[in-house]
């Protein structure tokens, strides 16, 4: 396969790179071994025909957020309508009302009592502190535009950001909910919560909250992934699905873009002895374990409120998120594990009816069915929550690494997002995308600045290209 330019890979990184080198006047082939465009952005009838299931994302707030969605206009993308839920995201707990995250901060900050002005100073300063904040943790190697207010925030963001959460939570909140609510958001980190940036991760989480909102795509993520094939193809692209790259000498063009990890770059490439050991060197975090179910009605919550919210955190206390996702860390399957879940119909009624996800973080390449912790925790905050299945679909760390072999043993971050793993992705470099192979470069989440669904892999793949 030959042109101008080769990107491997149609993830949003992918996606973004190949539409990039387009509109600078290459000639582009865009090649994805599935035979649906879209990699985490993929949707599919997993359950009932008729009703649409996201296979990877749904909640869009990096999208939003992104300097690389940014600069295509993505707002400005026809096919592509974002819709936000009435709530941003809910967490329930036992015995009180549940934890709600609005777009406005003083809003959520009225609801968490004694812990309202803690908030404020922390999700709420970090989200005043606006865009160019966002863009400095979205670009963390660079380059960045002159703008030293910018950094002094973002100076300030970083000395709690640094912290574990359970060490800022026990700190600065001292109401159950502020501390649930923070640890709730940090679990996306998929991180034992004693670990040093895990206050980052949920700080920037609850930023975005108040900045973007977490939308959802209108008729599922496919939809974009859709329409970002198209606005390539538009630009004279040619995009090709099932044709699988297993060897880069398949390939004759100056550049290649490969939104691949570590693992696969390795097989598919002769690599100097002392790039590759980095390479060997690099760290899968933990799986997931993700169902979705058909419902035929919305999900009985204890607490009503909790309807209006696209995404739920379910476990608890600040002590029994850490306590679980300290188990998975240690290779073990927590009885009552941190669940993320969202509700596409809170925001989308197009769907085909209500559906539903969720997963939970287990051991990389876990082989253990945890169907029923995960509901055993909905039933939890949703009593008669089984009694509204219609259908249920269950992919574990196999599963997702058949079906996207970049999820590495269920892995949907593409490596361990610890401290030392947040630049050295996935080697330390001052310009990680860019392989010591003349004219190939790297754009999966394994670059920095991470997973999530914000482009920001291949938009810096495609300039170093370009600039080459």
């Known amino acids: 396969m030959s042109g101008d330019a080769v990107v491997v890979g149609s993830g949003p990184n992918g996606l973004v790179a190949a539409i990039l080198l387009a509109q600078a006047g290459r000639e582009v082939v865009l090649l994805e071994a599935a035979d649906q465009f879209g990699g985490g952005l993929r949707s599919a009838e997993l359950t009932l025909p008729g009703r649409v299931h996201d296979m990877g994302a749904t909640v869009m707030a990096m999208a939003l957020a992104s300097p690389a969605f940014r600069e295509l206009g993505i707002n400005?993308?026809?096919?592509?309508?974002?819709?936000?839920?009435?709530?941003?995201?809910?967490?329930?707990?036992?015995?009180?009302?549940?934890?709600?995250?609005?777009?406005?901060?003083?809003?959520?900050?009225?609801?968490?009592?004694?812990?309202?002005?803690?908030?404020q100073a922390t999700v709420g300063a970090a989200a005043r502190a606006g865009l160019p904040l966002v863009d400095l943790m979205l670009k963390p190697l660079g380059p960045w535009e002159p703008r030293p207010r910018a950094f002094a925030q973002a100076a300030r963001f970083g000395a709690a950001a640094v912290l574990p959460v359970t060490t800022l939570a026990r700190r600065a909140f001292t109401t159950v909910e502020g501390r649930a609510v923070l640890a709730g958001m940090a679990a996306h980190s998929m991180l034992d919560l004693r670990s040093p940036i895990t206050s980052g991760y949920g700080l920037l989480l609850g930023a975005l909250a108040?900045?973007?909102?977490?939308?959802?795509?209108?008729?599922?993520?496919?939809?974009?992934?859709?329409?970002?094939?198209?606005?390539?193809?538009?630009?004279?692209?040619?995009?090709?699905?099932?044709?699988?790259?297993?060897?880069?000498?398949?390939?004759?063009?100056?550049?290649?873009?490969?939104?691949?990890?570590?693992?696969?770059?390795?097989?598919?490439?002769?690599?100097?002895?002392?790039?590759?050991?980095?390479?060997?060197?690099?760290?899968?975090?933990?799986?997931?374990?993700?169902?979705?179910?058909?419902?035929?009605?919305?999900?009985?919550?204890?607490?009503?409120?909790?309807?209006?919210?696209?995404?739920?955190?379910?476990?608890?206390?600040?002590?029994?998120?850490?306590?679980?996702?300290?188990?998975?860390?240690?290779?073990?399957?927590?009885?009552?594990?941190?669940?993320?879940?969202?509700?596409?119909?809170?925001?989308?009624?197009?769907?085909?009816?209500?559906?539903?996800?969720?997963?939970?973080?287990?051991?990389?390449?876990?082989?253990?069915?945890?169907?029923?912790?995960?509901?055993?925790?909905?039933?939890?905050f949703a009593p008669g929550f089984r009694d509204r299945v219609l259908a249920r679909h269950a992919m574990g760390p196999a599963e997702l690494e058949a079906g996207n072999p970049n999820l590495v043993g269920g892995d949907i971050g593409g490596g361990l997002a610890s401290l030392g793993q947040f630049v050295r992705r996935p080697v330390w470099s001052v310009a990680p995308w860019r392989t010591p192979l003349p004219g190939v470069f790297l754009c999966s989440s394994s670059t920095p600045p991470g997973a999530a669904v914000h482009g920001m892999g291949g938009w810096q793949a495609a300039r170093l290209a370009l600039n080459r």
């Open 76 to 119: 400005g993308f026809g096919a592509v309508e974002f819709v936000h839920p009435e709530v941003v995201a809910a967490h329930p707990l036992d015995d009180r009302p549940a934890v709600l995250v609005h777009r406005d901060a003083r809003r959520t900050a009225a609801g968490l009592g004694r812990d309202a002005a803690v908030w």
């Open 210 to 380: 108040h900045l973007v909102g977490w939308p959802m795509v209108k008729g599922g993520s496919q939809v974009l992934a859709d329409a970002l094939v198209a606005r390539f193809r538009a630009l004279g692209g040619q995009a090709v699905s099932g044709h699988r790259v297993r060897r880069l000498r398949e390939l004759d063009a100056e550049t290649v873009v490969l939104d691949v990890t570590p693992r696969q770059f390795l097989r598919m490439a002769e690599l100097p002895a002392g790039y590759r050991r980095g390479l060997e060197r690099y760290r899968y975090g933990p799986g997931v374990f993700k169902l979705d179910w058909a419902l035929d009605g919305p999900v009985p919550w204890r607490d009503p409120a909790v309807a209006a919210a696209g995404t739920v955190h379910l476990g608890g206390t600040l002590e029994e998120i850490a306590l679980s996702e300290a188990e998975m860390a240690r290779g073990r399957h927590s009885p009552r594990p941190y669940v993320l879940l969202a509700q596409p119909y809170a925001a989308d009624d197009s769907r085909g009816g209500h559906t539903l996800w969720a997963y939970c973080h287990v051991p990389n390449g876990s082989r253990v069915d945890m169907t029923d912790a995960i509901e055993g925790q909905i039933e939890r």
